[in-house]
């Protein structure tokens, strides 16, 4: 499966959009406490440093995605052909949009160098925060399958 052309992601009962003035982690979705893998701390930096030097650039790319669409459509039917591996939490939120299921089941054809898909189990979007032994331990893994050449590649 190759995608040619996009369709707006529309709400559905796995998606949903953040409403004009709205905050994505408030309301009935909070989490009553922050998850092991993020502290308050943490939260404190991220909000100093997003309070210092904004959020623009994070909310680049989907500002200017149907413009990427369109970049990239010269690219359409091209495969990734070096070593690839694909390593997602089964509970991100990208895996469940539409047509993901038949993406990963084709994943082989546009990637013929993929050496593998990794599902890290109950984890969701942020794998190397989440999961970092896992994923250091899978990305060794993939590194040792690579063969070693003499040309400096």
């Not at 499966?1 to 408030?26: D, Q, T, Y």
């Not at 009553?32 to 943490?42: G, M, R, Y």
């Not at 970049?71 to 509970?91: E, K, T």
Request: with cysteine; proline share 7%.
């Amino acid at each position: 499966m190759v995608w040619r052309s996009h369709e707006p992601l529309r709400p559905s009962e796995n998606f949903a959009l953040v409403p004009n003035g709205g905050e994505s982690l408030r309301g009935s979705g909070a989490p009553a406490a922050l998850p092991s893998w993020i502290t308050e701390k943490d939260i404190d930096f991220y909000g100093e440093e997003f309070r210092r030097t904004g959020f623009r650039g994070g909310l680049n790319y989907y500002r200017n995605i149907d413009r990427n669409w369109e970049l990239l459509g010269a690219m359409a039917g091209l495969r990734v052909s070096v070593p690839a591996l694909f390593m997602a939490g089964d509970h991100d939120l990208v895996i469940s949009f539409p047509g993901t299921e038949q993406v990963l089941a084709n994943l082989q054809n546009l990637v013929p160098g993929l050496r593998g898909i990794k599902m890290l189990a109950g984890c969701g979007h942020w794998t190397q925060q989440e999961r970092p032994e896992e994923v250091n331990a899978a990305l060794l893994e993939f590194l040792k399958s690579l063969p070693i050449t003499d040309d400096g590649a």
